[in-house]
């Protein structure tokens, strides 16, 4: 008989920001709960992230006056998904992403904005032009406790200005393109910051907290008010089944003690991806693929996908990742996505032949799988090199290189990622390139800036590519001529920000086993499911706007149990 050392009603695993709403969900409900997270800091990549979130036809646009609706996002999902991912899945998810966001509003200060970020891959049939990515409201650190706010995750150096300073979605378009206003914008953004001088003399850390931070902590807050709890350094290792097959608890490691918890109503798996499991991308990722080139945070290591896969759960998508091009600072744990970069005029992505090979402005996800399906012995595009001038550094960010701020004052980590050279010539003998085939891409390529068409790739041919064009540059925002020394090439990744390969379940998030049937009392969300996604990334939001509706539907489904 199974001695039991804590008793809950939802027990949830991870503190990411699916497993924060279905905690709010279902303390709300009267359900008590308890997150376990393994973590020293609770958040997860979530807390660090960009904190978009993809959420069709909400309320705040459809107050924008922004045509949309579930049906029209079912049928985009639908072509982009290809059939991986059941209609009723992808329903649930059209139909239920704005009926969480409106809960969520009424249950916490958390409120989902609508923003002009265009879809991925808005030309396909339901795809939109915008207000479907919603960027969500900031949040003071003093509205948190002290201690709260000293173990959530601070935000990853590639969400802010110069790695720490944090800004809105709004306020780094224009900063990043230099769009109208972007001087003022600059100067609010570092204003705010040096002025909170009580906080500036103890920390580098903001207390104007933005993106996955403030999801975090509004989340948190009322998490707090609904009696919700929190254990850090908690990890799960088992989960424990009555003799029906349903879950019933879970064994945990709490503070390096096995500790049996018991879970009345459900277990909710949202303990994130297997980005940090070597072994586990070895089997499943397809090409070359390091745990150092991932953004994501470093304890997802597929933990719960194993506990699930150990009582007989069926896996579904594992060989996918949401795939972004990363660099690597040597000082830093995580790779750091360069998600707008790349489309920037001026730069270009070279295999180690030094050709170019894609289209460097196509959503990060596609950019970065186009470097796996192109690497091959002869000609390795792991990893590829980007190369850009002496103008393009000079007005743009490429990854930890700021504009303005010249390379002497970056940290010694940083200047040593980039290869530099007065000559194309001389930049191809410092990265083993043939000086021959580089300079005769930038030729190329420089031709094409001057016409204003990629007859290679169509780089600026789709709405996203322009999106994080510079609209001063003209014909063509996303191409501009690689011409002024000095040159610099830096080795750029197929990173991801998390896998997408976890736990088959339904349209709830009740886990599957092999026969299609459901694990009683067992739910998956996040990285931690199979995405509802399939292999795709629709836009802006598409990891955390699943992970918090699915949050919702197994909170709402667990609760209900008897
Ligand atoms: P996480 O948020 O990582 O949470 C999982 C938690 O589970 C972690 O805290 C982990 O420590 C814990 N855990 C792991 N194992 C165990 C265990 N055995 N027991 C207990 N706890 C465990 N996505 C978007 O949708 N919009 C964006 O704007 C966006 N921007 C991004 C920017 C960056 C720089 C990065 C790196 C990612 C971004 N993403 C974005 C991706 C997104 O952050 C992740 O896909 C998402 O946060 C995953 O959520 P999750 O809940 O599955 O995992």
Known sequence: VQKWDHEVDVLVVGSGAGSLVAAVTASEKSASTLIVEKGSKWGGTSATCGGGIWIPASHSAIAQGQEDSPEEAFLYIKSLTSGTVSDSKIKSYTVNARVMAKYIEGVTALRFNAIPYTDYHAELPGGKHGYRTHETN??????????????????HPSTALFGYIPWTTMEAAPMVTRGPGWVQTMIKILWRY??????????KRSRFMVFGNAIAGHLKIALNHF????????ALKELIRDDSGRVVGALVLKDGVLTAIKANKGVIL??????????????????DTRCEWSGGQLNNTGDAIQAGVA??????????????????????????????ERALPGCIIVSQGGERYMNEARSYDVASKAMIDADRPDCRTTPSWLIFDATFRKKYPMGPLMPVIPDWLHSKEVRSM??????????????NMSSDALEKTIEKFNGY?????????????AAYDRYYGDQNV?????????????????????????????LATDDTGRVLDQNGSQIEGLYAIGNNAASVMGPSYPGAGSTLGPAMTFGYLAALDAVSAK
């Open 227 to 234: 009696g919700g709890t929190l254990w850090l350094n908690s």
């Open 449 to 461: 800036a001057h016409d204003g068409v990629d007859k290679d790739f169509d780089r600026g041919g």
């Open 270 to 287: 949202g303990a994130g991806g297997f980005e940090h499991n070597q072994k586990m991308r070895d089997k499943y990722l397809p090409g």
């Open 194 to 203: 040096y002025s909170d001088l009580p906080q500036r003399v103890k920390s």
């Open 418 to 431: 980039i290869k530099k050279s007065s000559s194309i010539k001389g930049l191809a003998k410092l990265t």
């Open 474 to 502: 003209t014909p063509n925002p996303n191409l501009a001529a690689i011409e002024s020394g000095p040159f610099y090439a830096m080795p750029v990744y197929p990173g991801d920000i998390g896998t997408k390969g976890g």
């Open 138 to 155: 900031t949040l003071h650190a003093s509205l948190l406790e002290k201690e709260e706010f000293d173990s959530l995750l601070p935000g």
């Open 311 to 340: 009582i007989g759960a069926a896996t579904d998508l594992m060989e996918h990742a949401w795939w972004a091009p990363t660099v690597k600072v040597p000082s830093e744990s995580r790779g750091r996505p360069l998600f707008y």
